[in-house]
């Protein structure tokens, strides 16, 4: 399956990014930026195979260069906090031959992101390890035909109900800002996901392959699976060098579990579909049979054990032994579990069934609970850590009472006032009181993981059952096939045990109608003549 990976993010100077550099990282050449006068440069980035810069029609030749290009759009930022450029990252499906990267990209930039008016600035990285992938730096303002940057937005009056402007107690008018372009719009994230799932598609279909990239969640699908947990480069060097994580753990559980309730789901839907036709089965025979009672399992396993008795016909008395006590071992542990498990008759066995699906169907939503709730205090502890090492920070910062002092202090420690006002936003937002315990949240998620496993190892419980109950069904086939039910039996062959029992009910039947008395006739009515002798 294609890997379904599509990452947008926005390159931002409030986190200390250059557009410089990220163009630097992707195309794997020497970029000089003007903004801090360094020179950007990754000299291990060996894997570019392909980089291009495209241009809509209407823009200038010379922002073909990426050193002009990019230097360009970061001097038109001059806030601190300023949107430099646009970044994807996306997995180029394995199944399309190399030669054809750069065309899927190109296509992809030309549709979406060129003809709007964007400058698409990409690279393919592919070290032959089995993960090729692009990057694409995409602009954040439009560009007229002279080269000049247009704005972001614009500022708007607002008007009343007869058109004036709205005069504020200030004096000022009221106005809002406008975006002069729809680039920022989050439904564009939606659209040019299912784009580029769209563009990957065709490439796949015109070379044959059967593949197709699905970008959408799990739940979007329709999928009852869980999904891992997002380890990050930390967690993911350390499980490359053998060092096992709590991340790593987990996501192994999780794939296992995975594992365990499709092998569950196949077994249970394959033995429901059987016993559906056992059922319809179940209906001939016990209209041929009226009243006759219906056997047990056990009776039909020891049926089973006879066929097999019978195959061995022309085997040495020491392969009839060996072979009926490995039967006779087999059936009686399958027998001693459905004893246990108080299974009879088919329907006891559509019954048992019925709670195996269920019991997958709870531990699978449990494991699930969980694992959304690992990922929720992941989450609040990482922004617990950023609230606790930027609030001396913040302190000190609250503590200056000079005007230019505190703007100076504030310049000098954007990133850390940020983090805190970061973490006090969500921290506010989703903690149920004012105040939270590490401990307590770390205990929660160390109980949530230990309970992983155990859970796990309740579905290998029940795949067991299922296993055995497929055994019982490939047992009874053997016994019970479908060609048994036809009326006669094929020439040279033994009636079964069904075409026995529909001899003996169409005989009764037919004795039974030949001792009825043939029906009394009615007699004319006398004539008068007849009364008169009678007289």
Sequence with gaps: MPCPHCKITIIKRSNNESAVSAAAYQSGEKLFSEYDQEQKYYPYKNEVTHKEIM???HVPPEFADRNTLWNSAEAQEKQWNSQLARRFVLAIPREIPPGQYADLIRDYCREFFVSKGMIADFAIHDKGDGNPHAHILLTMRAMDEKGKWLPKSRKVYDLDKNGERIR??????????????????????????????????????????????????????????????????AACQMEKKGIQTNIGNLNR????ANRLMQSIRQMVRSLKGWLSDLKEKKAVLLE????????????????????????????????????????????????DFLRKKGISTVESLDTRL????????????????SEKRIKAINT??????????????????????????????????????????????????????????????????????????????????VQADVKVLRDVRHWLNQVLPSEQYRQTAEPGKKPSVQESLKGRQERIRQEQAGKQKPPRTQKPPRTQKQQNMEL
Excluded: C
């Design 55 to 57: 241009l809509p029609p």
């Design 168 to 233: 504020l107690a200030s004096g000022r008018w009221k106005s809002h800002k406008e975006n002069t372009v729809d680039w920022n719009n989050r439904k564009y994230a939606e659209i040019w996901r299912q784009g580029w799932a769209d563009t990957a598609n065709r490439y796949l279909e015109a070379n044959d392959r059967p593949e197709r990239l699905d970008l959408r969640s799990y739940a979007r699908q329709g999928i009852d699976q869980i999904p891992t947990v997002h380890m990050g480069a």
């Design 253 to 256: 559980d999780i794939k296992t």
């Design 288 to 335: 041929a049979l009226e009243q006759a009672k219906e056997p047990t399992l056990p009776e039909l396993l020891f049926r089973y054990l006879e066929q097999r008795s019978g195959e061995r016909a022309d085997w040495t008395s020491r392969g009839k032994l060996k072979g009926t006590v490995a039967d006779y071992n087999k059936v009686q542990a399958a027998m």
């Design 354 to 369: 019925d709670e195996i699906g269920q019991t997958a169907v709870s531990v699978m939503g449990s494991m699930k609970k």
């Design 380 to 461: 609040m502890l990482s922004y617990i850590d950023k609230y606790e090492a930027a609030k001396p920070v913040h302190a000190e910062y609250a503590a200056i009472g000079w005007k230019k002092k505190k703007e100076k202090f504030a310049e000098s420690h954007r990133e850390e006032l940020d983090a805190y006002n970061a973490a006090i936003r969500y921290l506010k937002a989703n903690l149920k009181g004012n105040s939270y315990s590490r401990k307590d949240l770390e205990a929660e998620r160390e109980q949530l993981a230990a309970a992983l496993p155990g859970q796990k190892k309740e579905l290998e419980a």
